[in-house]
C-alpha cells in the first residue's frame, strides 16, 4: 500500500508537470524527482518509462536513462516481464532481482525487490517504484519504534512501551542511558537481574508478567512495578510494558478527590462514581487474585522441582550439612552406606570422625577460610570408613543464607572418587613403562632429571639397527631390543643405575649420585662387556656395536647428552663426553638465523595465518576445532611450527605469534556456532599481557562461551600455582579447558582435578597402536574410565584411517580428530 501511495504522488506531480511546463522544465522537473524522491538509504526511488519503452529517468541508474527496455531482457527478464504486464493491465504489484545501489551493475550481486507500476495511458508514460524484500523488515520496525517514542498512557502518562533482543541490547526506551547499559548484569534496588528474568520469561513461555523495582519517570527512588511482556521470535524482540503500583494507589487517591468534588456539586452523580471504583477495585482485585494464584502456583512447582532435585542428589551424591561451627545435622543414606557409619552416629560430631591422617591439614584451613568468606569451595578429602578402609571424596560446599544473607549453615554435596585414584597410579605407570621392555621410557627420564639437582646421563645408539630391521624383519628387531635391554640391566657395571628406553635403538642410563668419572668408567666397562658376545637372531649371530654420548649437569641434561651422542656418530667414534666449546654450533647458529629472519618477515608482512583442523563428534557429528598456526612463506610454502616455535620461545617474537593466531582465530569464528580451541603453552599462559588480551577480545567478540584453551606442554605448568586460578577466570565467563598430548607426558592427576579440565585429548603415538596392541588398548581403556569419572570428554588424536576411526569409537571416546576426518585447512569446512 505503501508503495502504491508512492507511485500515486509521483504521478499526481508528473500530470501537473507534463500540463504547464516545457519541454526543457519537463526534463528538469523530472531530474528533481528522480535525486528527490529517495528512501530507505536510496535503495527506494522512481522509474518514469514512455509508452514506446524509452527509459525517460531511473533514480538508481542514470546510465540507463534514454535507452529503451527490451536491453533488460537478456540479464533482468524478470523486471522486464513485469514492465511488459503493468503496460498490458495498467497497474500491478510484482517481484524481481536487481542490483543494489551500492554495487556495479554485475548480475552476481543481486537482491530480490518488490514492485509496484503503473500505467497512465493519457500521459504515455509508465510511472514504478520498488523496495528490497529484505528492508521491509527494517522499514516496519523503524515504523513501530517511531510510533512508541510518543506514546504515553497511565497516571500522569508515567506507562510507556520498551524493546530489547536476547543479546541483551537495547531497541527502544524512553531512558536514553539504557542504551549503553550492561543489561546482562543490571539489577533492581532488591538485587534481581531484571532483563535476564525478562528473557527466561520471553524464551520459555513466550509471553508473561513479572515484577521488580524501577525509577518512576522524573525521580530517584525505585517503586515497585508490575510488567507484561512477549517475545516476538522473528525479530528478536522482547517488547514490554508495565504500570507502578504506586501510581495505581495515586490514581485511587486522585478519584477519591474527584468523588469528593462532584459530591459536593452534585449528588446524583456520587452513585456512578461509586459504582465506577467498585467496577476498578473488583478489576484490581480479579487481578490481584489471579497474580496470586500464579505465585502460589509456581511457587508449588518450584517447591516440587527442588523435591525432585533432592530426590536425585540424595540417590547420586555423598550431602551432609553442618552449622556455621560445623557441627554435623544432617547426613543423607548415600553418607552412611559408604563411611559405613549409622545416620545417628554423625548428628552432633563434627567430620574429624571419618579424617584420614594423610589429607593435609593446610586442605582444612583452606577450606574453612573460604566458606567462612561466603564463598564456595571445592576439593578433593581422602577419609576413613568405620571399617578402616579410606576413600576419596570430591566435595562442592556451600554457605547457605537466610534472607536477611547471613550465613546459617554449610551444605557439602560430594561425589566417591576413590576408582578415579585408584585407577590414577595404574594409569601412571601405564604411561611410565616402555611396553617392549619394561623399562622407564622418556618420560619417565624426565621426571627423575627435573627432580635431581645434578646428575650424569648417558644415551646408547645401537649402530646399523634400522639395516637388521631391513633384513630380519620387525619382530627380530623386537628381539634384539629385548635381549639388549636384559643384557644392561643384568650387567654389574649397569644395572647400579636406573635404566631407560627413549625411543627405537636408544636407550638411557641415569645417575643422580655418583661420581662423573666412575659413572662414564663403569658405563663404558658394561658396554663392552655387553657388545663383547654376540646375539643371537633366526639363527645368525649379530654383533653389536654402539655410539654413546654423555652429559653432566641439571639443566637441559638430556639435550646435551644427546648432542654428544650425534657428535659421536657424526665422527664415528665409540662415544663422546658433552663439552660446549668443541661443539661446531656454526651450522646451528646459521639455521637459527634463517629462523628468525623468516619469522621477523613473517610477522611484518601478515604471513602469520590460523589453519583448522575438524574434531567431530561420534554421538552427533558436530564439528570443533583446532587453530594451529602456520607460516606461509616467500614461496607461499606452508611452514609448520616444528620449524620454528622453539627457536621463536627464546626471542621477543613468540607473543606476538600467539596474539596474532588469537586475534585471527576468534575473528573466524565470530559469526559463527561452532567452538573452536586454541592451543596455549606454559609461556602463553605465565605471559600476562597475553592471556589480558586472549581475556578481553574473546569477550568483545562473545566468543567466550565457544572457546577452548587447549594446554600443551602440561609438564612444564603442572606444578604452576598461579595457573589454575588463570584458567579459573575463562572458565567462569564460559570457556573451557583441554588437555593435549594426554598419555605421553608426565601428568600431576591431582592437578589435572583442580583446574577442572573439560577435554583429555589423548596423544596420537597411543591411538596410532589401538587396533593391533594390547598395551595401548589398556591404556586408552584406562583414560576414558578416568575421564568418565571426572566428567571430563576424550578426544582422539592421529585417525588417520577407519580401522581407528571404528577402535576409537568403541573405546567410548567423545571426539575424534585426524587427516580421515579432515586436514587443516585455511578456513573452516563444514
Not at 460 to 470: A, K, P, Q, R, V
Not at 789 to 802: G, H, Q, R, V, Y
Request: glycine share 6%.
Amino acid at each position: 500500500m505503501r508503495m502504491r501511495d508512492q507511485v500515486r504522488s509521483a504521478e499526481s506531480f508528473v500530470k501537473y508537470i507534463f500540463k504547464h511546463d516545457t519541454k526543457d522544465e519537463i526534463r528538469i522537473h523530472l531530474e528533481a524527482l528522480t535525486s528527490s524522491f529517495h528512501w530507505d538509504n536510496n535503495s527506494s526511488y522512481f522509474f518514469v518509462i514512455s509508452k514506446d519503452g524509452t527509459i525517460l529517468h531511473h533514480g538508481g541508474n542514470e546510465n540507463v536513462h534514454g535507452k529503451n527496455i527490451n536491453i533488460l531482457k537478456k540479464d533482468y527478464s524478470k523486471l522486464y516481464t513485469f514492465l511488459y504486464k503493468v503496460y498490458k493491465t495498467g497497474g500491478a504489484f510484482g517481484e524481481y532481482d536487481y542490483v543494489t545501489p551500492d554495487t556495479s551493475d554485475n548480475p552476481g550481486t543481486r537482491k530480490n525487490k518488490i514492485a509496484y507500476a503503473k500505467y497512465n495511458k493519457d500521459l504515455g508514460l509508465l510511472i514504478g517504484t520498488s523496495v528490497y524484500e529484505d528492508s521491509i523488515d527494517t522499514i516496519v520496525k523503524n515504523e513501530i519504534v517511531a510510533a512508541l517514542e510518543h506514546e504515553r498512557f497511565g497516571f500522569d502518562n508515567y506507562g510507556y512501551f520498551w524493546i530489547f533482543t536476547t543479546d541483551y541490547e537495547t531497541v527502544f526506551h524512553i531512558n536514553p542511558n539504557l542504551y549503553t547499559t550492561d543489561l546482562y548484569n543490571l539489577q533492581d534496588s532488591n538485587g534481581k537481574y531484571l532483563f535476564r528474568e525478562f528473557l527466561k520469561i520471553a524464551k520459555e513461555n513466550s509471553s508473561g508478567y513479572t515484577e521488580y523495582y524501577w525509577t518512576l519517570p522524573g525521580a530517584s527512588a525505585s517503586s515497585q512495578k508490575i510488567s507484561y511482556l512477549t517475545y516476538i521470535k522473528e525479530w528478536d524482540w522482547i517488547i514490554g510494558t508495565g504500570f507502578y503500583f504506586e501510581n495505581l494507589a495515586l490514581q485511587m487517591e486522585n478519584e477519591n478527590k474527584v468523588a469528593d468534588t462532584v459530591l459536593s456539586n452534585n449528588l446524583r452523580k456520587v452513585g456512578f462514581v461509586i459504582a465506577l471504583l467498585f467496577i476498578l477495585v473488583t478489576l484490581i482485585s480479579i487481578f490481584i487474585y489471579k497474580r496470586i494464584r500464579h505465585i502460589e502456583d509456581s511457587e508449588e512447582r518450584y517447591t516440587n522441582d527442588l523435591l525432585q532435585y533432592k530426590i536425585v542428589i540424595d540417590k547420586s551424591a555423598l550431602v551432609s550439612i553442618t552449622d556455621t561451627k560445623g557441627i554435623i545435622t544432617h547426613v543423607n543414606d548415600q553418607y552412611s552406606k559408604v563411611t559405613g557409619y549409622a545416620t545417628d552416629k554423625f548428628i552432633g560430631k563434627k567430620h574429624n570422625l571419618i579424617s584420614h591422617p594423610d589429607t593435609p591439614r593446610d586442605v582444612y584451613k583452606e577450606l574453612w577460610e573460604t566458606i567462612k568468606k561466603g564463598k564456595i569451595w571445592r576439593g578433593i578429602i581422602k577419609n576413613l570408613t568405620a571399617g578402616g578402609d579410606y576413600f576419596y571424596q570430591k566435595s562442592t560446599i556451600v554457605p547457605f543464607r537466610n534472607k536477611h544473607g547471613k550465613v546459617i549453615k554449610y551444605i557439602s554435596v560430594s561425589h566417591d572418587v576413590t576408582e578415579v585414584f585408584e585407577n590414577k597410579t595404574k594409569l601412571q605407570q601405564y604411561l611410565s613403562i616402555d611396553d617392549l621392555t619394561g623399562l622407564g621410557n622418556r618420560t619417565s627420564l624426565l621426571k627423575d632429571i627435573s627432580t635431581s639437582k645434578s646428575a650424569d646421563l648417558a644415551i646408547i645408539d645401537i649402530d646399523g639397527f634400522h639395516t637388521i630391521n631391513e633384513n630380519y624383519g620387525m619382530k627380530a628387531g623386537d628381539d634384539l631390543l629385548i635381549k639388549f635391554s636384559k643384557r644392561l640391566t643384568s650387567n654389574s657395571n649397569i644395572r647400579v643405575y636406573d635404566i631407560f628406553r627413549l625411543h627405537s635403538d636408544v636407550f638411557a642410563i641415569l645417575s643422580t649420585n655418583s661420581n662423573k668419572e666412575t659413572f662414564i668408567a663403569n658405563v663404558e666397562k658394561g658396554i663392552a662387556s655387553i657388545c663383547k658376545d654376540t646375539i643371537t637372531l633366526k639363527k645368525s649371530e649379530i654383533l653389536i656395536r654402539t655410539f654413546v654420548g654423555y652429559a653432566h649437569g641439571s639443566q637441559l641434561l638430556l639435550s646435551h647428552a644427546d648432542a654428544a651422542l650425534q657428535f659421536a656418530k657424526a665422527n664415528n667414534v665409540s662415544h663422546y663426553i658433552y663439552d660446549p666449546l668443541k661443539l661446531n654450533h656454526t651450522e646451528l647458529y646459521e639455521k637459527n638465523t634463517k629462523t628468525l629472519k623468516l619469522l621477523s618477515w613473517a610477522i611484518e608482512e601478515d604471513k602469520v595465518v590460523p589453519f583448522f583442523q575438524p574434531i567431530v563428534g561420534v554421538n552427533d557429528k558436530t564439528k570443533k576445532y583446532e587453530c594451529l598456526m602456520r607460516i606461509i612463506d616467500q614461496e607461499d610454502n606452508i611452514i609448520s611450527p616444528f620449524v620454528f616455535l622453539d627457536i621463536s620461545k627464546q626471542t621477543r617474537f613468540y607473543p606476538y605469534l600467539t596474539r596474532i593466531i588469537i586475534k585471527k582465530s576468534i575473528d573466524t569464528f565470530t559469526e559463527t556456532d561452532s567452538e573452536f580451541s586454541i592451543n596455549m603453552s606454559s609461556e602463553d599462559i605465565l605471559n600476562t599481557e597475553t592471556m589480558n588480551f586472549l581475556y578481553s577480545y574473546a569477550n568483545e567478540k562473545k566468543v567466550m562461551d565457544r572457546l577452548i584453551i587447549e594446554i600443551v606442554e602440561t609438564e612444564s605448568i603442572s606444578e604452576s600455582t598461579d595457573v589454575a586460578a588463570i584458567l579459573q577466570q575463562f572458565k567462569d565467563q564460559g570457556a573451557r579447558i583441554a588437555i593435549d598430548d594426554f598419555g605421553t607426558g608426565y601428568y600431576n592427576f591431582d592437578y589435572l582435578l583442580k583446574i577442572k579440565a573439560d577435554y583429555i585429548k589423548i596423544d596420537g603415538s597411543i591411538i596410532k597402536l589401538i587396533a593391533k596392541d594390547e598395551r595401548a588398548q589398556d591404556v586408552v581403556h584406562s583414560i576414558v574410565s578416568y575421564a568418565q569419572k571426572l566428567n571430563m570428554e576424550t578426544i582422539a588424536e592421529f585417525i588417520s584411517d577407519e580401522t581407528l576411526e571404528k577402535a576409537a569409537i568403541e573405546m567410548g571416546i567423545d571426539y575424534l580428530q585426524g587427516y580421515h576426518l579432515g586436514k587443516p585447512e585455511p578456513k573452516p569446512v563444514d
